[in-house]
């Protein structure tokens, strides 16, 4: 029989992966090596992989085969098509079985008789290939609450950057305007880093009081200010093994800036009213949606903090510089919505997608889902049409439709948010000169645009 299909081994054993190479070079089209599953995301997403034969246990990763049962939940998330065998020690049985409820299609246990492993991997493949190739077609959404990445070459540098930073600890700096992710991104980051079974502690910059920065951060001991009735730890502490993520640094008033980069720099902190340093390992991220060098110039950030927390930057591109994207997300929040609230919505009409593909998307993909998500419950039948987007007249890309009268508006929120999105617009989109224009702080004009989802 001719040979077929690309088969991907990954272990980090040498000698295992140039002999089983020799082996299986015999029975398959093409045979992909890789000694670290930390490349696996780029790679198979790059190559057309059938199949994964799958080591358990990573030497640079706990010894317990959560790794490779981790990389196998990965792989099926991603392309769910690939058939996975795990490679196990004998002692690690009991998690290949795990692995079969995830998704795996069976298991060789080492050390391996080369003939049944052969015949193992071959069933694989003929069980995937072939039943799945309708699945295949279809575009791979990812589950409620997980990162969808998209398609378009905006955001494909990103993803390179974050495959390759994501299992080192260096500090990483997110930037974007708000809406685009910025979060989300950072926990992707934590699930792919080497620290994914260590905590993911955030701390939004912007919600932290002045006078409760140090505590909340570092920790205090009890009796160390009037309302410190006990001992309690802060950010730093409690993502020790894991990730920090510091939301909205750009709000950190520039006389508390010094402070986090001593205990940034040191990777230890004191907590308030004790004296005994203590140290911490996490990997830090930031996140913001300003423009920190002007800000430098301005005098308002540190530079030297700057320069410590934006070791790799990434930033995210808005929603409409990745119109490719626009669609699929509108889809995948549609399938969300209309699963939530029981309707059978299969999609959007033409003039409802040339809406959504018009819109400059201000609030990026927070807004979008609210969009999506008011207009699952406001539609019948099976499309969603241009009504029940509810797009506000700023968004509408026609010039000359008329401004809603105060008679329309339902709420003063409803106001409060078309007001706002106006402004916007007006602004082509700089919160600053809209906030200047509307009257209020930009971080009131950010916190009011978060909460009705522009
Ligand atoms: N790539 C994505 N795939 C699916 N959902 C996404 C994606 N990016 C963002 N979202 C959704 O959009 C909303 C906003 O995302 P997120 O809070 O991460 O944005 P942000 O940039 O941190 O916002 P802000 O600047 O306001 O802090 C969330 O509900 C999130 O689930």
Not at 378 to 385: A, F, Q, R, T
Request: net charge neutral; proline share 4%.
């Amino acid at each position: 029989m001719a040979k077929q299909g690309t088969l991907l081994i990954v272990d980090d054993n040498q000698n295992i992966l140039t002999s089983l190479r020799y082996l299986l070079e015999e029975h398959f089209a093409q045979v992909l090596t890789l000694s670290s599953p930390t490349t696996l995301p780029t790679l198979i997403r790059q190559e057309p992989v059938d199949l994964i034969l799958l080591d358990m246990n990573f030497s640079s990763g706990i010894n317990n085969g959560n790794e490779g049962l981790y990389w196998l939940r990965e792989i099926k998330r991603m392309k769910p098509q690939i058939q996975v065998v795990l490679f196990t020690a004998y002692a690690d049985i009991n998690l290949a079985v795990t692995g079969l409820k995830d998704g795996a299609s069976d298991f060789v246990v080492k050390p391996w008789e080369n003939g049944r492993l052969v015949q193992t991997l071959l069933e694989a493949y003929r069980k995937g290939n072939g039943k799945d190739k309708k699945k295949q077609l279809a575009p791979q959404m990812p589950d409620e609450g997980a990162m969808y990445w998209g398609e378009s070459e905006a955001v494909k540098p990103l993803r390179m950057l974050v495959d390759k930073v994501s299992a080192t600890d260096a500090n990483i700096l997110i930037t974007g305007e708000n809406g685009t992710g910025k979060d989300m991104l950072a926990r992707e980051i934590h699930r792919l880093s080497n620290r994914r079974n260590g905590p993911m502690v955030t701390a939004d910059m912007g919600a932290i009081t002045e006078s409760l920065f140090e505590s909340e951060l570092f920790g205090h001991v009890k009796g160390s200010f009037t309302d410190a009735h006990a001992d309690r730890i802060g950010r730093f502490e409690a993502a020790n093994g894991g990730t920090l993520f510091l939301d909205e640094i750009a709000n950190l008033p520039y006389h508390l800036q010094a402070k986090l980069l001593t205990a940034i720099q040191k990777r230890s902190f004191v907590r308030v009213g004790s004296n005994r340093p203590q140290s911490t390992d996490i990997r830090l991220i930031c996140a913001t949606n300003r423009d920190l060098d002007e800000m430098v110039r301005k005098g308002e950030f540190r530079e030297d903090l700057l320069f410590r927390i934006n070791t790799i930057h990434l930033h995210i591109p808005a929603l409409r510089e990745r119109k490719e994207d626009i669609l699929p997300l509108a889809g995948l929040f549609l399938k969300r919505y209309a699963a939530k609230y029981g309707r059978n919505l299969q999609g959007f009409d033409e003039e409802a997608r040339k809406l959504l593909l018009s819109c400059p998307w201000y609030g990026n993909i927070r807004e979008l889902q609210h969009v999506i998500e008011k207009a699952a419950i406001l539609s019948d039948g099976d499309e969603v049409k241009t009504d029940a987007l509810q797009l506000a007249p700023a968004h509408h890309p026609e010039p000359d439709r008329k401004a809603q009268t105060e008679e329309d508006m339902q709420t003063l929120d409803e106001m409060e948010r078309s007001l706002i999105i106006k402004a916007i617009g007006k602004c082509s989109g700089n919160l600053s000169q809209a906030a200047a224009q509307l009257g209020v702080t930009r971080q009131t004009l950010y916190n009011k645009m978060k909460r009705y989802g522009i």
